[in-house]
């Protein structure tokens, strides 16, 4: 757990990683094997086994010139 994280009360299974700037609300269950970073959870949230929040799912998009462009991802998750 790093020291920007407001951590509620909440389940965390083993080998679940919490890292930077993590919240997790109340009642929220992490399971097995999950990656959590930059990231809000709200609470009564359930994030299942091999879940990764946080970080990049694909490196960038091509613009019209071919050139990689960083596309941002951003969205809210409820229970």
Do not use: W
């Amino acid at each position: 757990m790093f020291e920007r994280n407001l951590v509620n009360d909440f389940m965390l299974f083993r080998r679940a990683v919490v890292g930077p700037a993590v919240t997790i609300g109340q009642s929220t269950k992490i399971g097995y094997n999950v990656a959590l970073s930059n990231c809000i959870l709200g609470d009564s949230c359930a994030i299942h086994n091999g879940v990764c929040i946080g970080q990049d799912a694909k490196k960038g998009i091509l613009d019209e010139h071919g050139n990689t462009v960083k596309k941002p991802q951003v969205g809210d998750i409820y229970p």
